[in-house]
């Protein structure tokens, strides 16, 4: 089945320490994206990718990391320099302008 | 910055009725898209209006879009208790290195059985 699945589904942290979410498509999708989403925030971006080997920052990149070295694959970090990092992450992918993103479950991400 | 401003932030209405979603953006797009979000699970994709459309049906679900007024609606007919959901617009800018999707808060929708 083709789909975009991001791991885990929960995830904790402890203060100063840096995580990473996984994120990986088998749709052939060019672009990826990282979201984050709060109660009543709705989604922000975070950094999105059109190509491979290439990312742009989104409208709350820091604190964050990302790396696009292979089509399928577009790994998040959560750096102990974001500050309030509890939050809900989604990973989408979509194929140039003009269709529709699928996104992941995405990962529940804690600090405790 | 959020492009996308849905109204209103939540809606109560009875199985049976039509709910209404109005999204309200700032720039040029190239198309707008709607997306559903069930509790704590990522979106799903619903539909896609392109700059150049001003209404788009699929199955229940109606889009309209007004270009000039910066604004579009997504219209749900004969509404279902599975309908209830978080209902999200969404602006593209694109083509190209332009593209990239941006999400208003959301909409509430609960539907009542």
């Known amino acids: 089945d083709g789909g975009i699945t991001q791991s885990p589904k929960y995830l904790f942290r402890k203060e100063g320490q840096n995580v990473t979410l996984s994120c990986e498509q088998n749709l052939n999708h060019d672009a990826m994206y990282w979201y984050r989403q709060d109660p009543g925030q709705g989604l922000r971006l975070i950094y999105y990718?059109?190509?491979?080997?290439?990312?742009q920052k989104g409208d709350i990149a820091e604190g964050y990391s990302v790396s696009r070295e292979k089509k399928e694959s577009f790994p998040l970090t959560v750096t102990s320099a974001q500050k309030n990092p509890t939050a809900f992450y989604l990973c989408?992918?979509?194929?140039?302008?003009?269709?529709?993103?699928?996104f992941g479950q995405g990962t529940r991400l804690t600090v405790v | 910055s959020q492009q996308g401003e849905e109204d209103p932030q939540a809606l109560s209405i009875q199985e049976g009725e039509n709910a209404t979603m109005n999204c309200s953006y700032k720039?040029?797009?190239?198309?707008l898209q709607w997306y559903r979000q069930n509790s704590g699970r990522g979106l799903v994709h619903l539909i896609l209006?392109?700059?150049?459309?001003r209404e788009k049906h699929s199955g229940r679900l109606r889009v309209t879009l007004d270009t000039s007024k910066k604004s579009s609606s997504l219209l749900i007919t004969a509404s279902r208790a599975a309908d209830t959901a978080s209902y999200f617009c969404?602006?593209?800018?694109?083509?190209?290195?332009?593209?990239?999707?941006?999400f208003g808060k959301g909409i509430t929708l609960s539907v009542r059985p």
């Open positions: 969404a602006t593209d800018a694109g083509p190209g290195a332009n593209s990239k999707l941006t």
């Open positions: 990718s059109q190509i491979v080997n290439d990312f």
């Open positions: 209006i392109r700059s150049n459309e």
């Open positions: 989408a992918s979509s194929m140039p302008t003009g269709r529709g993103a699928f």
């Open positions: 720039t040029s797009i190239n198309n």
